[in-house]
């Protein structure tokens, strides 16, 4: 019986079609024509598929067993055409088991060209999409094979085709990622156990060795810088032919379809492998290229989350060694940059963490259990680094944001208890502020220079550590300088002719005005003490960044104030160089007097002023024919005007003996530029030169980068700005303190500010007499400033001095004393409340009009016949009215405002006239002014509607109400308290 169903013609027709399609001829191939046929019937007939598949199956392990390469490659063949032929067919799920289940046992058959035909099988099947789920497939097999192949080695079953096994592998990986992303039903792949397979396996082919045996190099890779595009071919091209360039493709295809939950499943495999292999030591490259593949290939607003696992990393790597610590920062410096327009929610948060890990390696470093000091300071300079990095792809409102942040973060040196390393801190984050202020570019100083910031800035200009200081320097030169005049002011020299300097000079806006204005008095007084702090060990560096932020000043902000201030700085640098006081070495007094003049002279320029410039070039040649040295700023200069005069020439290059004079003394007043001079010039050009003879008392003697004394912060004039930093003892530079306690009163100021402006009642200002002569006299008066700001300031002390010392209670009796005889408040409140009684007796009578209150309109039988007409009327009145008590009140409101006008302008006249004589003589105005309104209104109504007849006696009108006519013929409207006469029939008024 079994040997009937073997014979041909018992066969069902899709086996015999299924035998057909097997050559003759052990070389021959596929026959087409029958493999037509076969697939002609599978469509034809779907519910055939399935056997077919089986049979296909059973011949092919058949096959594989008796070793027949030709007749297993055929049956692959068919099983791949009619998987592509019949993939809408209901019956396409259970043919594909069948399809799993013959690719499963060439995998199994450990051939390397079965498991590359079974390979590109797979890879066939995983571009199919299928109409119809599969609920019970799995994966788990293929995974765990495809993973081993990628690990394939010389020493295994594949020989010298360890590359071909491997590339198989990475295709067979890619396979399985395209198939279950596409497949609802089969989301496992992203679980950790097959992420933890599939993931090293792409990162152990791209980190291989090529075949020439050279290491990784990412310029071997093609490049991919956007998000990676769906595939559309399944074949290998001619970019996958190594493992290395198909690795990276897979895992920007793996990271391109990963969602956003299953990121955390991809990231902890790529971070483990990296520790594992130890891919983190420096240079990264590998690391970075890793990371830059991941950043490219997911969505862009997933990017953060990356960066976020990378610190998180760090965080758990804290006490790994300084290299592994410096790879991963070195990596996250190099991508943040991309993934900054991503990172808005978490911008703090992350760069809290950065900051964090910044103060906790300097900790380290400085508590003595640090072994390796470089690496550790290399890894400070990463994270720096990283910080910079991130900070040029944020926007610019974020970077300030950042720059304040890491202001909060700067140590607290006045407390007199601080932490170990806190000076190493406070250098390490004002490195850190540099690099990202580097970042940013000013539009407005208001918007960069806040307060707290400006506070913190001027206190880093004073502290201890030169290296602080000059850092502080640089900051304020980046975040001035908006026009790119820093690289040619850093080293400026005395020019001849600034126009070779290359400047780009524009015109101050009104809102750094207003901001220089407040705060110019502030900037003056750190760059004074900033000079006499100057390190003598690094002099030039110090006096040239101060220099620098001098010029830069004057170039941004250069309108009158603010250089007439700048010059004012110069004066006064000048006279501190020539004070034997100050304990300052002939070589810094020198450097002073360079720094002054070489300011002076580039300013003079850019304003344009030549009697200013004649000067200094005089200050500066008698300094060359004087021969002190390091004064001649004319050396190697072809134009200045020692080169041209042969007497002069000995005198430049004349040799210093012992005895000759080494800096400039203070008589030697031609050496000096002298502030007369200055002045007269400034004047001259229109310039206010006033502030200039203001004394410019700042006393730099004790320790004035000492942060922690109290020496000389009392001697200083608070018309240069602010107290020195050495004052600032209520709060630290990292203290932000709102404090709105009423009782914490300020301390004394004289500053210029209108914030004590006094209004006050109690001391009037004092003026002329109001006539010709002495308005002349007052106008044509000379302005002193000096003494202008003496009044203010004792009128401020003393306003200041009164709530100091006089008790609140008794300070608000005394004005409400003040009030009952001089202020006109009550007077007004009377003229109201009698204006408020008239308006209601109007209102009264207005009512009676309309027939509200009038009792009489209940007995007179006429008002029930009212009209239409006579509404009309009566609403016109009342229109009349509302408009008249409208323009009352404006008058009213008018004559009050001249009065206190002319009350507050003329003493003399005020003296005559209390307020109660004003306010009734206002009252009696008023009430003359509106009752002959009111009468005129009356008439003119009494002329538009029927007057009643002069007879004596009571009667009613329908508009007015109550009318009484008297013996004379003079009609009255009202009762016998409040009558007003409308007409009189003998008299015109």
Not at 188 to 201: A, F, G, L, T, Y
Request: proline share 4%; hydrophobic share 35%; glycine share 4%.
């Amino acid at each position: 019986m079994n040997g009937l169903c073997c014979c041909t013609p018992c066969k069902p027709r899709y086996r015999r079609l299924v035998d057909s399609i097997y050559p003759r001829a052990v070389t021959d191939g596929l026959l087409h024509s029958n493999m037509q046929k076969l697939t002609f019937y599978a469509i034809s007939h779907p519910e055939k598929l399935e056997r077919i598949g089986e049979y296909l199956v059973m011949r092919m392990v058949r096959d594989l067993s008796r070793q027949r390469p030709v007749q297993v490659k055929i049956a692959v063949e068919a099983m791949d055409q009619l998987l592509q032929a019949c993939h809408s067919s209901p019956s396409l799920p259970q043919f594909s088991e069948n399809h799993l289940r013959m690719v499963q046992r060439l995998l199994e058959s450990n051939n390397a060209k079965m498991e590359q035909l079974a390979t590109d099988s797979f890879v066939t099947f995983s571009n199919i999409e299928e109409s119809s789920p599969s609920y019970h497939r799995q994966y788990d097999f293929f995974i765990d094979k495809f993973s081993q192949m990628c690990h394939a080695n010389p020493q295994a079953a594949y020989g010298d085709d360890f590359r071909l096994a491997r590339c198989a592998g990475l295709r067979g990986l890619r396979g399985v990622v395209w198939k279950s992303v596409t497949d609802d039903l089969h989301p496992n792949i992203w679980e950790q156990q097959h992420m933890d397979k599939i993931v090293p396996s792409i990162l152990f082919n791209l980190q291989e060795p090529d075949e020439s045996g050279m290491g990784f190099s990412s310029s071997q890779l093609p490049k991919f810088d956007t998000s990676f595009s769906e595939p559309a071919q399944s074949h290998r091209g001619d970019d996958e032919a190594t493992p290395k360039v198909l690795s990276d493709r897979c895992l920007r295809e793996l990271m391109g379809k990963a969602s956003f939950g299953s990121l955390r499943a991809v990231i902890e495999p790529v971070l483990k492998h990296m520790d594992l292999h130890k891919r983190w030591t420096p240079p990264p490259s590998f690391a970075i290229h890793v990371f830059r593949a991941i950043i490219y290939s997911i969505q862009s607003q997933n990017s953060y989350f990356v960066i976020q696992e990378l610190i998180n990393h760090l965080d758990s790597m804290c006490s790994a060694d300084a290299s592994t610590r410096i790879g991963i920062a070195t990596v996250l410096s190099s991508i943040v940059s991309i993934a900054g327009t991503s990172i808005g929610p978490l911008l703090l948060s992350i760069f809290n963490s950065l900051l964090k890990h910044l103060r906790t390696s300097v900790d380290f470093e400085r508590s003595g259990k640090c072994s390796d000091q470089p690496a550790e300071k290399m890894y400070q300079e990463a994270l720096i680094n990283a910080m910079g990095d991130f900070a040029n792809a944020l926007p610019d409102y974020q970077k300030v944001e950042m720059m304040m942040f890491t202001v909060g973060n700067i140590p607290n040196l006045d407390e007199r208890k601080s932490k170990q390393g806190d000076e190493f801190l406070q250098h390490v984050l004002v490195k850190t502020l540099l690099k990202v202020a580097t970042k940013y570019r000013t539009a407005y100083l208001a918007t960069v220079f806040t307060d707290s910031f400006l506070d913190t800035l001027l206190l880093l200009a004073l502290v201890r550590d030169p290296q602080v200081r000059l850092a502080t320097q640089h900051i304020f030169h980046t975040l001035l300088d908006r026009h790119d005049n820093a690289a040619n002011l850093v080293h400026l020299g005395y020019e001849l002719d600034v126009s070779d300097v290359q400047l780009t000079v524009e015109k101050c806006s009104r809102a750094d005005q207003m901001f220089m204005r407040k705060h110019i008095g502030e900037i003056t007084n750190m760059l004074f003490r900033a000079v006499a702090a100057a390190d003598e060990d690094d002099l030039n560096t110090h006096i040239d960044a101060i220099l620098c932020t001098m010029s830069l000043l004057c170039i941004e902000v250069g309108f009158d104030e603010s250089l007439i201030e700048l010059f004012r700085l110069s004066l006064a640098l000048q006279q501190i160089a020539l004070d034997t006081k100050q304990n300052f070495s002939d070589a810094k007094r020198n450097a002073i007097h360079n720094m002054v003049a070489k300011y002076i002279n580039l300013s003079a320029q850019l304003i344009a002023n030549p009697s200013l410039c004649q000067h200094v070039q005089h200050v500066v040649s008698c300094r060359a024919q004087r021969g002190i040295p390091g004064l001649n700023l004319l050396l190697n200069k072809k134009d200045s005007p020692l080169n041209d005069d042969p007497l002069s020439s000995t005198a430049v290059n004349a040799s210093v003996d012992a005895n000759s004079q080494t800096t400039i003394a203070e008589n030697d007043r031609t050496l000096l530029f002298n502030v007369d001079d200055v002045a007269e010039s400034l004047k001259a050009s229109g310039k206010d030169a006033s502030r200039l003879f203001v004394a410019f008392n700042l006393s730099v003697n004790g320790r004035t980068n000492d942060m922690n004394g109290a020496s000389d912060s009392q001697n200083f004039d608070t018309t240069d700005g602010r107290e020195s930093p050495n004052a600032f003892k209520t709060s630290g530079i990292d203290d932000v303190s709102v404090d709105m306690s009423v009782d914490w009163t300020p301390p004394m100021s004289r500053k210029q500010s209108r914030r004590n402006t006094i209004f006050s009642i109690v001391n009037p200002t004092k003026l002329n007499a109001s006539t010709v002569d002495d308005l002349k006299t007052y106008a044509n008066a000379a302005f002193d400033p000096v003494e202008e700001d003496r009044k203010e300031r004792e009128l401020a002390e003393n306003i200041l001095s009164e709530i100091r010392n006089t008790e609140f209670e008794q300070r608000v009796a005394a004005n409400e004393s003040l009030n009952e005889t001089s202020d006109l408040s009550k007077s007004i409140g009377r003229l109201l409340a009698r204006n408020a009684d008239t308006t209601r007796s109007l209102l009264f009578l207005t009512d009676r009009s309309n027939g509200r209150v009038d009792w009489e309109t209940k007995v007179n039988g006429e008002e029930r016949r009212r009209t239409r007409r006579s509404r009309d009327r009566r609403e016109s009145v009342d229109d009349e009215r509302r408009g008249l008590r409208k323009r009352t009140a404006v008058l009213a409101s008018i004559s009050l405002i001249f009065a206190l006008f002319f009350v507050s302008s003329n003493a003399q006249w005020q003296q005559q006239w209390t307020p109660q004589q004003l306010a009734a003589y206002h009252q009696q105005y008023y009430n003359n002014w509106y009752w002959q309104q009111q009468r005129l209104q009356l008439q003119q109504a009494a002329t538009t509607t029927a007057a009643p007849a002069p007879s004596s006696g009571v009667q009613h009108h329908p508009v007015w109400g109550r009318v009484e006519t008297d013996d004379k013929g003079n009609m009255w409207v009202g009762d016998d308290v409040a009558k007003v006469q409308i007409i009189s029939r003998y008299s015109p008024s």
